[in-house]
Structure formats: structure tokens, C-alpha cells
């Protein structure tokens, strides 16, 4: 038991350890890269959104459906903090998005296990708000649509002439992959983008297609898992496909399993995608070129990455990034809890 837990320790220890110090390795691959803290086993953080105030907010898929607020997170030690469990509604949630200024809309559904196996139970799809406007120091909470007829939301956007209507990315094998439109002021939501292959799975690498979704301009971004792909698409102002628009690649990378991405640093048109199946994390150019910046596929350097934003203060150039539950064959097989670090991009160029 104490060679067993020895050797599990030089394993976290070698997990863990940042990668470079930004000082001497500033723009260079692999980025350097430092853990701000790693949940127990058995926790997924599914995704990733940064506040106002620069504080983070993760979602969680396992143990249970919860927000959590990761404060500070530019500092040596950040507070990590639950902000709210929504058992009452659902068991585990999926993606969290800001819609108007400190208030976020959350997804998730009721699943047939708490296990990391476990299954959606059809119809029991909803979206929840989670509200700091009034109050920074104690959000409210409540429902906003039970959407019986979701398959599987992923991803939340919101319309940039309306920010308190946003887009839901929705797909699951056998479904077609749509993206509904949600005004979280009455709980109204209708499909806003139909009928396009380039929503579905074919189920050559995951049952997932659509998967994580983003606004910018007049366009409408989202990450294809199954088929390798990012994709764009120009919408109107309700976030509709604008007449005679049809889908256009944004990167294809051989291998790659996007799960969701990010604009920036700043204002950049630069996206950085979140390989979760494949342990990577990528750059991708205005032009499409696309390079991985962080892990090699295998490895156990950056396990299951699901999603990222960039900082909105002082570290406007660090992208903090979330992870989840993963066995990884160090020194044996073993689990590691979910986590979220912080990347410094500052000075990368290719």
C-alpha cells in the first residue's frame, strides 16, 4: 500500500507541476501552464465562464448539478467556492453562459446514474438562471424553461442586439443537431438553426456533433466533435441563419475532437478550442491555420480539457481553462478529479 501511494503521489506530483515559468518562456509551445486547484474524484467540470469581476464560475456534470466560483484566480492561492447546487431541478449540469451583465444561463437534465456512465432521461432537459446583478456577494437562482423536447444541450450564446435571448447548441446521437433560441425573460424558446448536416453526427468518433457555440458579429461559430470541425455561419439579428447564408469551415484538424472554444486574447479574432477526448488544447488563426499549444494526444500533461475563457482584468492574456474526471495510466491506472488552470498566452504568435 505505501509503494502503491508513492508512486500514485510521483504521478500527481508530475500531473500537476506547472510546465514553464511565463518569465523564461513567454510564447513559447507548449505554454506554460499552472494549476489553480483540482476537485476530488468523481468531479466533472464541464465548462467555464469569467465574470465581470474576473472570478470564474464552473459548472459541473458529476458528483451533482453545481456552480462553482473559483475567486481571484490571478493570485497564488484563489478561494474556491460552491455558489449553488441545482438539485432541484436537474442532477448534473452541461454548459453556463452569460446572457445580460452578471447573469448566467445554465443547462442540464435529470440522468439515469450519478455515474460518470450514466445517461440523460429524455424530456427532462431545462435551463436555470443564475442571477449576480442584484446582488454580487449572493446570486439568485430560479428556473427559466423545463425544454422536454432538447436532446442534449451543450453550449449557450447570446444574441449580441439582445443579450437576454441567447442560442443553446443541441445534439445526441440518434437526433439532428439544432440550436434553439431561449429569451430568458419569459422562458420562450423556439429552433432558430435547423435542418444542416453540419449540426449532426455521423458517429465516426462521437455520438456528439454541435457541441460548444459561440456569437461573433453576425456570426454564429460552433464546434463539431464528431467531425473534427469548427464551423461559422451568418445569422440575423434574431439569431436565425441570414437568407442564403450556409456554413463555412473555420478549421479542420485531422484528429482533433473539439468540445468548446474561445475568442481572444482581448479582441482578437484568434479562437482556442478544448480537445476533452484527445487532451489538447488548440490555436486557431483568423485564417484557419491551427496549431496544438498544449498536450500530445496521449499523455497526461492536460487531461480532458472542456472548455476555456480568457481573463477580463489584469490577465486579459491568460486563458483559464477547465477539466474533467479522467483515469490516466500513470504508474498504473488511477483518477484525477476535475480541475481548472490557468495558460499564459501572452506573447504566442505562429
Known amino acids: 500500500m505505501r509503494a502503491f501511494a508513492s508512486s500514485l503521489l510521483l504521478g500527481l506530483v508530475a500531473f500537476t507541476e506547472t510546465l514553464a515559468s ?27 465562464w469569467v465574470r ?31 455558489v449553488h447546487t441545482f438539485s432541484e431541478y436537474v442532477d448534473r449540469l452541461i454548459g453556463i453562459g452569460e446572457s445580460t451583465p452578471d447573469k448566467y444561463v445554465v443547462v442540464g437534465s435529470r440522468f439515469t446514474s450519478a455515474e460518470l ?6 424530456g427532462t432537459w431545462a435551463t436555470m438562471e443564475l442571477d449576480f446583478a442584484r446582488d454580487t456577494n449572493r446570486p439568485s437562482f430560479r428556473l427559466i424553461a423545463a425544454m422536454p423536447e432538447a436532446n442534449l444541450l451543450q453550449s449557450i450564446a447570446s444574441l449580441p442586439h439582445d443579450p437576454a435571448t441567447v442560442l443553446i447548441s443541441d445534439q445526441f446521437l440518434h437526433s439532428p443537431g439544432q440550436v434553439w433560441r431561449l ?12 435542418d444542416l448536416p453540419e449540426l449532426n453526427t455521423t458517429n465516426k468518433v462521437t455520438d456528439v456533433g454541435i457541441n460548444g457555440i459561440k456569437i461573433r458579429g453576425n456570426q ?12 461559422r455561419l451568418k445569422i440575423d439579428r434574431t439569431g436565425a441563419p441570414a437568407r442564403g447564408a450556409k456554413p463555412e469551415v473555420v478549421s479542420y484538424f485531422a484528429g482533433a475532437v473539439y468540445d468548446d472554444f474561445t475568442f481572444g486574447p482581448c ?12 487532451n489538447r488544447l488548440f490555436a486557431i488563426r483568423a485564417d484557419g491555420k491551427t496549431v496544438v499549444v498544449l498536450g500530445n494526444g496521449t499523455d497526461s ?5 472542456t472548455a ?5 482584468r489584469h490577465d486579459k492574456n491568460i486563458l483559464y481553462v477547465s477539466g474533467r474526471d479522467k483515469e490516466l495510466p500513470v504508474n498504473g491506472k488511477y483518477q484525477v478529479g476535475g480541475w481548472v488552470r490557468a495558460v499564459d498566452t501572452t506573447g504566442f504568435r505562429f
Open 301 to 305: 500533461v492536460f487531461p480532458s480539457p
Open 220 to 231: 454564429a461559430y460552433w464546434a463539431n466533435s464528431d467531425a473534427n470541425i469548427i464551423y
Open 52 to 82: 465581470p469581476n474576473g472570478n470564474l464560475l464552473l459548472s459541473t456534470s458529476t458528483p451533482n448539478a453545481s456552480v462553482y466560483q473559483v475567486s481571484k484566480p490571478w493570485t497564488k492561492s484563489p478561494e474556491v467556492t460552491l
Open 267 to 278: 479582441d482578437e479574432d484568434w479562437i482556442w478550442a478544448t480537445g476533452n477526448a484527445d
Open 183 to 194: 429569451d430568458t425573460r419569459t422562458g420562450k424558446y423556439s429552433l432558430a438553426i435547423k
Open 22 to 48: 511565463p518569465a523564461t518562456h513567454k510564447g513559447s509551445i507548449p505554454l506554460p501552464q499552472r494549476l489553480l486547484h483540482q476537485f476530488p474524484l468523481g468531479t466533472w467540470v464541464e465548462n467555464i
Open 117 to 122: 456512465t450514466g445517461k440523460p432521461i429524455n
Open 308 to 312: 476555456a475563457g480568457f481573463g477580463k
